[in-house]
């Protein structure tokens, strides 16, 4: 199970940092991504982070002004979004897929998610 939280209203430019806490006791083991839809249209993966190496992966929109990191001890993925801009605002889901790297969730259907959590940026 994955929970988000951190989400809310924020001005442009400034930062918000969600937080997906998952239950199970074999975190370590997947890989996890975040993804974002808004209303009318087509989910967009925002950044993942790799089961094992840790490695990163961000979509274009994002790089540079968002970071996402993990903490297996706390089974909490975190996604630190700074410089947001009213076309970040969106409902931001965590998903987990296990043994996944950063690059294969990009490209794929993640077999868990979290339930969402909102993101609005006014301008």
């Known amino acids: 199970q994955l929970v988000e939280s951190g989400g809310g209203l924020v001005q442009a430019g400034g930062s918000l940092r969600l937080s997906c806490a998952a239950s199970g006791r074999t975190f370590s083991n997947y890989g996890v991504g975040w993804f974002r839809q808004v209303p009318g249209k087509e989910r967009e993966f925002v950044a993942a982070?790799?089961?094992?190496?840790?490695?990163?992966y961000y979509g274009d929109s994002v790089k540079g002004r968002f970071s996402i990191s993990r903490d297996n001890a706390k089974k909490t993925v975190y996604l630190q979004m700074n410089s947001l801009q009213s076309e970040d605002t969106a409902v931001y889901y965590c998903?987990?897929?296990?043994?996944?790297?950063?690059?294969?969730?990009?490209?794929?259907?993640?077999?868990?998610w979290g339930q969402g959590a909102q993101v609005t940026v006014s301008s």
């Open positions: 982070i790799s089961w094992n190496d840790r490695s990163t």
């Open positions: 998903a987990a897929n296990p043994l996944t790297t950063a690059q294969e969730m990009r490209v794929m259907t993640p077999r868990s």
